[in-house]
């Protein structure tokens, strides 16, 4: 089955700190990885997509095959980066599958 | 509109009372989902919809909900006597044939006193 996994349901980190969101997917065939983020009241949006190989805000995030991981990073956290962040997976012409979320919490 | 819509934006129900949740995709998107976010939780999936396609409801939590898309546009959530556990902000997402991206709504904040 399609799985979507973020093992940590909080990240607390200070202020100018690394980041590391972690997300790991099982998947057959070869899927496309997103990560969406939700700041405090507005919407669930697109941060940034695998096959796009872009930066986002300072985010990056690099598809591992070997380990079958996606996960996000930023070298120093802000506290505008303060938001539920969600990891999804997709074949292409298959439903998305999202993981439960993290809560990234930047401390002043 | 250039964005998905969903209404009400906040809806307070007594239990066992039912309600309708309603969601207007982007034109053209044929790809549409419901998924349910309770306080201090993640996203949990409730159906997708894809263009004429039989929906994939795995993830209806009851026999008390149910979704509609009529005419491969509009969506419905409806659920039936509704629950106390059933409050949450309920967001539909919507898409093209090829996912490249989900675009959701504001949500309805489902409140049930």
């Known amino acids: 089955a399609q799985r979507v996994t973020q093992p940590e349901k909080l990240l607390s980190v200070f202020k100018g700190a690394p980041v590391e969101l972690k997300c790991n997917y099982s998947?057959?065939?070869?899927?496309?990885l997103f990560w969406y983020v939700q700041y405090s009241r507005q919407r669930l949006q697109l941060l940034l997509r695998?096959?796009s190989r872009e930066s986002i805000k300072g985010f990056t995030a690099d598809l591992n095959k070997g380990e079958t991981s996606f996960h996000l990073k930023k070298p120093f956290a802000q506290e505008e980066d303060s938001a539920m962040y969600y990891c999804?997976?997709?074949?292409?012409?298959?439903?998305?599958?999202f993981g439960t979320g993290t809560k990234l919490q930047v401390i002043p | 509109g250039a964005g998905v819509s969903q209404s009400p934006s906040n809806k307070v129900t007594e239990k066992g009372k039912d309600v309708e949740l309603r969601c207007d995709p982007i034109s053209g998107h044929t790809a549409l989902y419901w998924y349910r976010q309770s306080l201090g939780q993640g996203l949990e999936f409730l159906i997708y919809?894809?263009?004429?396609?039989?929906?994939?409801k795995s993830g209806l939590p009851s026999d008390r909900f149910s979704a509609e898309r009529t005419g491969g546009s509009v969506s419905t959530l409806t659920i039936q006597r509704t629950q106390q556990e059933d409050s949450a902000v309920y967001l539909c997402a919507t898409g093209g044939q090829r996912f490249t991206e989900a675009f959701f709504g504001q949500g309805t904040r489902l409140t049930v006193v």
């Open positions: 919809f894809q263009g004429n396609s039989a929906p994939d």
């Open positions: 998947y057959s065939g070869s899927p496309e």
């Open positions: 999804a997976a997709t074949g292409g012409y298959q439903k998305v599958t």
């Open positions: 695998h096959i």
